[in-house]
């Protein structure tokens, strides 16, 4: 896959999910997107934790960009208590193989979804492929992977993660589908 222009969607994001235009952005920027996440707690005590998580999401956001990634979405809000998180990247290319998985139907038409189980380094990774329209052989890939520690205990949170994943994921639509209604609560994903 090679990352191409002429791309433009949108999606509806829970709270404390924030998409961060990795290609688009400096680390700099980046760094501070994830910091004005965490405005409201004190610098003194959560300052270095929060530098910690920026700087370990600006170096996923390089290793990203080396895979065409164009955005990351990722759950900033209260942490969780179990070790178990997850994040969604999209990415823009092309690839001439056949779409793989079943076939599922989003705001933005049909996707190809397929799941592994415990690929690696990993609980479970999803993926969803959408044919751009009137883009001869452009695709758009959005991956989401859940990880942490694998304990069969854990499985319901595996479960209701990838719930909302693909929750998300259902609301993505191409910017041209709602150029003058914006859904409540969307966000707008950089223009390939």
């Known amino acids: 896959m090679t990352t191409a222009p002429g791309v433009s969607y949108r999606i ?3 709270p404390g999910w924030l998409l961060l235009p990795v290609r688009d952005r400096s680390d700099d920027e980046l760094r501070r997107l994830i910091t004005e996440q965490y405005d409201h707690l004190p610098r003194d005590s959560a300052g270095p934790l929060i530098s910690r998580l920026a700087d370990t999401v600006i170096d996923a956001a390089r290793q990203a960009r080396q895979v ?3 955005d990351i979405l990722l759950p900033l809000g209260t942490p969780w208590r ?7 990247a999209l990415a823009v ?3 001439d193989a056949e779409p793989v998985g079943e076939v599922v139907e989003t705001a933005a038409g049909d996707a190809h979804r397929s799941v592994r189980e415990r690929p690696a380094r990993a609980l479970r990774r999803v993926e969803y492929v959408w044919q751009v329209p009137d883009a001869d052989g452009l695709l758009l890939v959005a ?7 694998d304990d069969d205990e854990l499985q319901p949170i595996v479960d209701a ?3 909302l994943c693909d929750a998300i994921l259902t609301t993505l ?3 041209s589908d709602d150029a003058t209604t914006p859904a ?7 223009d390939a």
């Open 12 to 14: 509806v994001l829970p």
């Open 68 to 70: 065409d990634v164009v």
């Open 161 to 163: 993660l990838t719930g």
């Open 184 to 190: 409540a609560g969307a966000t707008e994903g950089a």
């Open 143 to 149: 991956t989401f992977s859940i990880v942490g520690d």
């Open 93 to 95: 290319g092309r690839d």
């Open 82 to 88: 179990a070790p178990i998180s997850t994040s969604i």
């Open 173 to 175: 639509r191409w910017e």
